[in-house]
Nanobody, 119 residues
């Protein structure tokens, strides 16, 4: 069973920075990883994704402030968030697209880490 564990969430003041990490367990082949977030009372929204080769896609709301990078040898991804705003307050969920022989690509999810941006 593949497990994803997020860390790095917490309380930060507006304008501050946080780095989230997400580590996937097991000897697995990861095709891509990424992040979604869900703010209170809102739908879950996609934030960013990165392929094992390093190709990055970012939501419009993330461009210029948020970036994503991956250490494929460690099956770990990172979400670097700068110039944080109160509207970035949300639970951040990581995911990983895992490739296994003779099986379709399977997406696994972390349990989420809370980011609160407030003064």
């Amino acid at each position: 069973q593949v497990q994803l564990v997020e860390s790095g969430g917490g309380l930060v003041q507006p304008g501050g920075s946080l780095r989230l990490s997400c580590a996937a367990s097991g000897s697995i082949f990861i095709n891509a990883m990424g992040w979604y977030r869900q703010a209170p009372g809102k739908e879950r929204e996609w934030v960013a994704s990165i392929s094992r080769g390093g190709s990055i896609n970012l939501a419009e709301s993330a461009k210029g402030r948020i970036t994503i990078f991956i250490d494929i040898a460690k099956n770990t991804e990172y979400l670097q968030m700068n110039s944080l705003k109160p509207e970035d307050t949300a639970i951040y969920y990581c995911y990983a697209e895992v490739v296994r022989s003779s099986r379709p690509i399977t997406t696994y999810w972390g349990k989420g880490t809370l980011v609160t941006v407030s003064s």
